[in-house]
Nanobody, 120 residues
Framework: QVQLVESGGGLVQPGGSLRLSCAAS????????MGWYRRAPGKARELVAS???????NYADSVKGRFTISRDNAKSTVYLQMNSLKPEDTAVYYC??????????????WGQGTQVTVSS
C-alpha cells in the first residue's frame, strides 16, 4: 500500500511564504508524475503544479512566478514553495502521484490534504 503524507500548511499573512512537502511511503517500483492540486471553498479542484520524474514542470497561470515545485526522487518527496501568497490562494492543497507499485501496474494516489489560509 502506498501512502502520501503531506505537511507544511498553515495560516500566513498576504505576501508571506509557506513550503509544502509530500512524502510517498510504502512498497512501489517507481513514481512518475507528482503534483499539487487545490480546492478552494465553493470551487472545483484545480491543478497548481506538476513535475515529471525527469523534472519537466507545469504551473497554473495563477501561480506562475510565485510558486516553485521540486522533487527529490531519492526521498520520493515533492515540494511546493509558495511565495507572495494571496488570499485567493486559500484552499486545501492535495498531493498527487502517479505510482507504479510494480513494473506492470499503475495507480494514482492522493494525500489527505493540508489547509493553507492566507489572511491578515
Amino acid at each position: 500500500q502506498v501512502q502520501l503524507v503531506e505537511s507544511g500548511g498553515g495560516l500566513v499573512q498576504p505576501g508571506g511564504s509557506l513550503r509544502l512537502s509530500c512524502a510517498a511511503s510504502g512498497n512501489f517500483f517507481t513514481i512518475n508524475d507528482m503534483g499539487w492540486y487545490r480546492r478552494a471553498p465553493g470551487k472545483a479542484r484545480e491543478l497548481v503544479a506538476s513535475i515529471t520524474k525527469a523534472g519537466s514542470i507545469n504551473y497554473a497561470d495563477s501561480v506562475k512566478g510565485r510558486f516553485t515545485i521540486s522533487r527529490d526522487n531519492a526521498k520520493s518527496t515533492v515540494y511546493l514553495q509558495m511565495n507572495s501568497l494571496k488570499p485567493e490562494d486559500t484552499a486545501v492543497y492535495y498531493c498527487n502521484a502517479d505510482v507504479l507499485p510494480t513494473l506492470l501496474s499503475r495507480n494514482e494516489y492522493w494525500g489527505q490534504g493540508t489547509q493553507v489560509t492566507v489572511s491578515s
